[in-house]
């Protein structure tokens, strides 16, 4: 660009024409063209440019943001959500039927009903077990859909599938399309969070929150249970609180002399209110992650003090609170193989559910009474079921069932789901979707509709092809289950 | 050559006043080397009152392999260098780009002249004598060169075979986007679909130009990457390794005759278990194969899982029922095997741009694709560089050269580019050069010098340059020589209001610009400060990884197959120190402290890179692992070699990190943050933590906790970010 033939002003012409003052406008600036995390501000030929401000979808949406529970290992259907009166009755027996294992050793062919009752709750009369209260007692506002489906039965391949839509990693998940799409209602947060498990990652690990192929600043942000909760944002320990302060304050100094030697290098201004930002992020989010100022009755909701679901329900509580200042996809993830229950489901069933059940209800529940509910879709579920058979065959104390990924049953609420019903259903012995099937394209298709997005339309173009979440797999909305 | 930049130590500059010896020394060894000058060669500098102190000082610079380092990295850059194949999901490794980059690294150090340089690397195949076997080095070399045409994303080895003709021609016209940047500055890629609709390109100049390279990609007969690579394996080292993998067989045997006895022993268990009545049928269900088996054989089997089932792959599932240890003891026979294979000599391989016997016979015709799309292919083209440019400068580019193994096509090509009157091949390198020495080129617009593009702002002074370099036989030292001891180059970064009013964006160079380092100078020029850096040069790359966060770090993946933690470290040795041009470039796995810095993206090549200034950037630099480690080297470093008086302690941090002296305010209000940071410690003392396997801990004095903190402040402050 010569100045004597140009038509319009660089930015850097601008602001010095203009007398940039930072205090004026330099971190409404910063963040407006900069984009809070990750755009250039000297665009190049051709480079696209990305950036987490808010954006509009194709169509007007009822969910602004999504709360997703990652039940990792498989919850049991069976014994939880859908209820098989014909299994009471083969019980001990052999079953009637093909059946697809996954550990071959400790397989057979003996059928195991539910050691679980199961009562009718809410005013729809949904039949929930009595291992979860908590989903008993929100069954009004939730969809169950009893009839999910994937059909790779690893749990590798599995979550992949619920994740980012193909049974293959390399791929971006859902969280991170979402926020590639609407960007975030918050710039001083993470757009993407994903609450790890203090007890472990699950299965694949960091892989839950990749961004794949799409740009980095999709990726979901992990937020630990100790500090430093989020790598980069928190100070180490020994700096937090003064130390740090201290130090900024003297790099502020270190600064002002440089600049001070060099007027009118509006970069140098721009590094230094970078650091400012910073700062109030940091703020931002310890601010957000501190449920001190929560009241009783509110933790009480989430099973906060009782020190059984303590954890679980002080991620929920957080999640709301993040969801509730502009965060626009946070997941929840239970310790790895949590729910895979192989072998011992007599005992360790039972407790598996309630580390989360009791949390998992008051987060709707208070979604709900704060409005929130909805504009938010709270999704409970694993990347699997379980057989209608023994596994690990010696004893009751033993028992266990092998993975299912051709019938399983999830939750949703919230965001535009209707409130009490039941969708899909397996066959009598729970093994097989067999009517109103949801496979994980279909479950992908409807969340994003509700966000607004049309999931053939949202694209992000790779070696010249456009890619998508549900790549063109099918993907049915499910217009049974939505308002 | 306008006066503006005319080198002339002689001649008084003209407005404004040059740069001091400091801020020159400091501009000029990270322009040329990437890394910040040592306190001794500040002081050599300084106390250097010679007329020529400056022109030894670049000479020295020059000589240094750092300087191939960092020069190297600018020409992979546009090269598009990654140690991955891209494209797909699975983006798999691509073990041995490495040999390219070492052979772009050596051969700036050595500096080949720049028309050999480009040459080989588009057609050192056909420099070298067939077959491509038992090379000697300068063969190697120059076979090696043509990954340059191997460097693009490249998914033909995993795509689907419906997929393949998408796939393989996304890689020619990637290629061909490589080339066209690298050579002409122009963007010819638009005009594979369509007329170029601003710079004159028809259509089928794009086909002509695809055509001198067809011939190494043939799309009918594809080779996948791993088939494009040469071996260096001579034939006695292959027949050294057909022995010992003869040995490893013999173990290979006896571990599957024990398999065998484990499954026989393991079915006799699960048989005992069934009704006496059901052993035998169900012992031969087992046992027939198959295909062949019955279909009551098939009910029984189907009815006993366990037994049908049983398999090699699943025999490790049945230790844990009958608590033997079978997986461990077959364990022993592969352990053994791989034991005796590592004595095999290793196969070193080099990723080469090469022409198959039967390609260079009978080259496979180009074809002009009706909108791009390879399934439509129209007219039949001849190979040729572009129309606009063979107005000025014939190309003659043959179809094929019988007498020759190859097509001679590329050779032709690469003949003419570099025959010194090509109109665009030197001005776009010389421009390139520029844009590096000032932040900015002639022609700003570095990859794009068509109709799009910016317009020079010293179009004389590009031309001057350009036959310069050819008359000094295309050096790139002798570039950097004329460029670095310019009076432009030399002058200070200081605004004067005058000046600022007529040019505020200094097109016209009435000063230097002030430039932010680049993400592998900022991480390598802390490893220089806090003494840590590991000068190895070469070799297979630093692997990456991803942490428990999803960090992407240096450092070897231990986690299991399901991408679990297992809790393994594996040390690097040093090797984490190494420059950043030595860390894997993973397409999907950018070092995270390099990406936020605006490391670019190779899909396929980097023209320009981006210089943002985001609050990530700031948290890396105020929390992130990385900067707090280097801070505590620097801190230790520092009161090693000069003892424990903050006074002294300021000063050489200052020197380390800035090459010169604090001011006194500077010094003030260092020893005042100092002692406020050390009484902060003290009466707030730091609670032990337990420290992870590989990472570093806090330091754990409070002197020294407060002197890391002061030096991460240096290291993250805008004095160090930007050079004058």
Same mark, same amino acid.
């Given at each position: ?329 946070? $997941? ?5 193989? /949590?729910?895979? &229950?192989?072998? *011992?489901?007599? !005992?360790? %069933? +039972? ?17 709900? $009474? ?5 504009? /938010?879709?709270? &999704?409970?579920? *694993?990347?699997? !079921?379980? %057989? +209608? ?30 409130? *009490? ?63 | ?724």
């Amino acid at each position: 660009m010569n100045p004597q033939n140009s038509g319009c002003l660089s930015r850097r012409h601008f602001l010095a024409t203009s007398g940039f003052h930072l205090s004026a406008f330099g971190l409404a600036y910063l963040l407006k063209q900069d984009g809070l995390l990750g755009a250039p501000d000297k665009p190049d030929l051709e480079v696209p440019h990305y950036d987490l401000l808010p954006k509009k979808p194709h169509y007007e949406p009822q969910a602004k943001a999504m709360i997703s529970m990652f039940m990792q290992g498989g919850p049991s259907q069976i014994d939880l959500f859908d209820p098989k009166p014909e299994l009471d009755k083969l019980d001990g027996k052999k079953f009637p039927g093909d059946i697809k294992y996954d550990d071959a050793a400790h397989a057979s062919t003996t059928v195991m009903a539910s050691a679980w009752k199961y009562q009718k709750h809410g005013q729809c009369g949904t039949e929930v077990s009595e291992l979860l209260p908590g989903f008993a007692s929100i069954v009004d506002d939730a969809v169950l859909l009893r009839g999910m489906q994937s059909s790779v039965n690893n749990h590798g391949q599995a979550i992949y599938a619920l994740q980012n839509g193909r049974v293959l990693g390399g791929r971006p998940t859902i969280g991170s399309w979402l926020t590639y799409a609407l960007g975030s209602e918050s710039q001083e947060l993470p757009a993407y969070v994903a609450l790890t498990d203090p007890r472990g990652l699950p299965v694949l690990g960091v892989d839950n929150w990749t961004n794949g192929w799409l740009p980095s600043i999709y990726q979901g942000t992990a937020v630990r249970s100790k500090e430093p909760r989020i790598p980069n944002l928190d100070a180490a320990p020994y700096l937090r609180g003064e130390a740090q302060d201290n130090y900024l304050g003297f790099l502020n100094q270190l600064n002002h002399e440089h600049l001070d030697r060099h007027p009118g290098e509006s970069d140098l201004e721009a590094r230094i209110a970078s650091y400012t930002l910073a700062a109030k992020l940091q703020t931002a989010a310890k601010e957000a992650l501190d449920i001190s100022k929560e009241s009783e009755s509110t933790k009480r909701l989430y099973g906060i003090d009782n020190p059984a679901t303590a954890e679980f329900g002080t991620r929920c509580l957080i999640a709301r609170r993040l969801v509730e200042r502009g965060v626009r996809f946070v $997941q929840l993830f239970t310790a790895n193989q /949590t729910w895979d &229950h192989h072998m *011992g489901i007599i !005992g360790s %069933l +039972p407790a598996a559910c309630k580390y989360v059940d009791i949390p998992a209800a008051g987060l709707v529940k208070d979604l709900k $009474q704060r409005g929130l509910l909805d504009s /938010t879709i709270v &999704h409970w579920g *694993g990347e699997m !079921g379980r %057989l +209608p058979v023994i596994q690990y065959d010696s004893g009751r104390a033993k028992v266990g069932r092998d993975h299912n990924t051709y019938g399983f049953s999830m939750w949703v609420a919230g965001g535009g789901f209707k409130g *009490g019903m039941t969708y899909g259903e397996t066959d009598e012995f729970g093994h097989h979707a067999v009517k109103d099937i949801v496979s994980h394209h279909d479950y992908h298709a409807t969340i994003l509709h509700l966000f607004g997005l049309d999931h053939t339309k949202l694209t992000f173009t790779r070696n010249g092809t456009a890619m998508s979440l549900t790549d063109n797999q099918g993907g049915r909305l499910v217009k049974e289950i939505i308002t | 050559m306008p006066s503006s930049s005319r080198s002339s130590s002689k001649r008084a500059s003209l407005s404004v006043p040059r740069a001091d010896k400091q801020t020159l020394l400091r501009r000029v060894t990270i322009d040329l080397t990437g890394l910040p000058p040592t306190p001794e060669e500040v002081a050599t500098f300084l106390a250097d009152d010679a007329p020529d102190a400056y022109e030894r000082l670049v000479d020295r610079l020059l000589a240094s392999p750092h300087y191939g380092e960092r020069w190297g990295r600018h020409w992979l850059d546009i090269a598009g260098y990654a140690d991955s194949d891209g494209y797909t999901d699975s983006d798999p490794a691509r073990l041995w780009a490495y040999r390219y980059r070492d052979y772009v690294i050596r051969s700036i150090n050595a500096d080949k002249p720049i028309d050999e340089f480009i040459r080989e690397q588009l057609a050192g195949d056909e420099m070298v004598k067939q077959p491509y076997k038992n090379l000697s080095p300068g063969d190697i070399d120059k076979l090696t060169a043509t990954a340059f045409l191997r460097m693009v994303p490249d998914g033909t080895a995993a795509a689907a075979t419906g997929e393949q003709t998408v796939a393989r021609n996304a890689v020619v016209s990637e290629t061909l986007k490589v080339v066209s940047s690298t050579l002409f500055g122009l963007t010819v890629g638009c005009a594979q679909c369509h007329d170029h609709k601003y710079d004159p390109i028809p259509q089928v100049d794009y086909y002509r130009l695809r055509a001198i390279f067809e011939p190494g990609f043939d799309l009918e007969h594809w080779r996948t990457p791993n088939a494009r690579l040469i071996s260096l394996m001579t034939d006695e080292e292959r027949a050294k390794a057909a022995a010992v993998e003869k040995e490893a067989q013999v173990v290979e045997t006896e571990r599957k005759a024990k398999e065998n006895e484990f499954i026989e022993k393991v079915l006799t268990w699960e048989l005992e278990k069934k009704p006496e009545e059901l052993r035998e049928p169900l012992r031969t269900a087992y046992r027939t194969e198959a295909k062949k088996r019955t279909p009551e054989q098939l009910k029984l089997l189907k009815e006993h899982p366990t037994i049908n089932q049983l398999s090699p792959g699943s025999l490790y599932l049945y230790d844990r029922t009958y608590g033997t240890k079978h997986q461990a003891e077959l364990k022993v026979f592969s352990d053994k095997e791989a034991e005796i294979r590592k004595r095999k000599p290793a196969e070193i391989f080099i990723p080469a741009f090469t022409e198959t016997a039967t390609a260079a016979k009978t080259p496979p015709p180009t074809f002009v694709f009706s909108r791009g799309d390879p399934q439509q292919p129209k007219d039949k083209v001849e190979p040729s560089d572009l129309t606009v440019l063979t107005t000025f400068h014939p190309s003659n580019i043959p179809d094929s050269t019988p007498a020759q193994p190859t097509t001679g096509r590329r050779l032709a090509f690469a003949m003419s580019v570099t025959d010194g009157k090509h109109p665009l091949t030197t001005r776009v390198f010389v421009n390139r050069v520029w844009h590096h020495h000032f932040g900015r080129g002639i022609v700003a617009s570095v990859g794009d010098f068509g109709h799009l593009g910016d317009k020079p702002t010293h179009p004389e002074l590009l031309d001057w340059l350009a036959s310069e370099f050819v008359a000094e036989h295309w050096s790139l030292k002798q570039l950097h020589r004329l460029i670095v001891t310019s009076t432009a180059y030399r002058q200070s970064s200081e605004h004067t209001a005058a000046q600022d009013h007529v040019d505020p964006d200094n097109y016209l160079l009435g000063r230097m610009n002030i430039q932010r380092i680049e993400a592998e100078t900022l991480r390598d020029a802390m490893l220089a400060i806090s003494g840590k850096l590991n000068p190895k040069m070469f070799g297979a790359p630093v692997p990456v990884k991803t942490d428990e966060d999803g960090q992407i770090v240096v450092g070897v993946d231990t986690t299991d197959t399901a991408g679990r933690p297992t809790g393994k470290y594996i040390p690097l040795n040093g090797d984490e120190f190494r420059r950043s041009v030595y860390i894997q470039m993973r397409r999907s796995k950018p070092l995270g402290m390099l990406e936020t810095f605006d490391l670019p993206r190779m899909e396929p090549n980097c023209e320009r890179r981006n210089a943002s200034t985001i609050a990530p950037q700031s948290l890396a630099m105020m929390n992130g692992e990385f900067t707090l480690d280097e801070a505590k080297y620097f801190a230790e470093r520092v009161t090693r070699e000069v003892g424990a008086d903050p006074t002294t302690e300021i000063k050489h941090a200052w020197l380390l990190a800035f090459g010169c002296a604090p001011t006194d305010a500077e010094l003030k209000d260092s020893i005042a943050f100092l002692a406020k940071q050390t009484a902060h410690f003290k009466t707030d003392p730091v609670k032990p933590e337990a420290v992870a396997k590989g990472k570093e801990g806090p330091p754990t004095e409070p002197a020294m906790q407060a002197l890391s903190s002061f030096c991460q402040a240096l290291l993250t402050s805008n004095e160090f970010f930007y050079v004058d």
